[in-house]
């Protein structure tokens, strides 16, 4: 499977992920990565960077972050499409090392992301390239 940049989170430049960047960035917005593990892996950071560093440790926070209704998002919507698809409830806390919270939350998101389910066995690859 293949996707822009493989970039299944869409994530922005912000300087906190550097593994698995392609060379060059052409994407003036998003970053772009050798493949689809590495995009998956710097999901895995981003969301560890959100509970550990930003205290952003329920479900809700990291979704409000994620997509801000500033960004023209609908945050209670977002929410609720990740509810549905993970089973998590809105005030659920995030345990970043944990394959049983991130897998489902990062699925959950990058099928909304992208509209269509994602490959589970390259989030798995994701998942084992972040725990090491």
Known sequence: MTMKNNNPLRLRHTGDITQGLTPQQTDPHYLQFRSLVYGY??????????VW???????????????????????????ARVCALTGFSPDDEVNPID?????????????IENGRPPHVPDIMAGWRLYRG
Not at 106 to 111: E, G, K, L, Q
């Open 99 to 111: 394959v049983c919270h991130m897998v489902p939350l990062v699925a959950a998101i990058s099928r």
């Open 41 to 50: 892996r710097a999901a895995f950071v981003t969301i560890r960077n959100l």
């Open 53 to 79: 560093i930003s205290r952003r440790d329920t479900l809700e926070r990291i979704l409000t972050y994620w997509a801000p209704d500033a960004a023209g998002a609908d945050s209670q919507l977002y929410t």
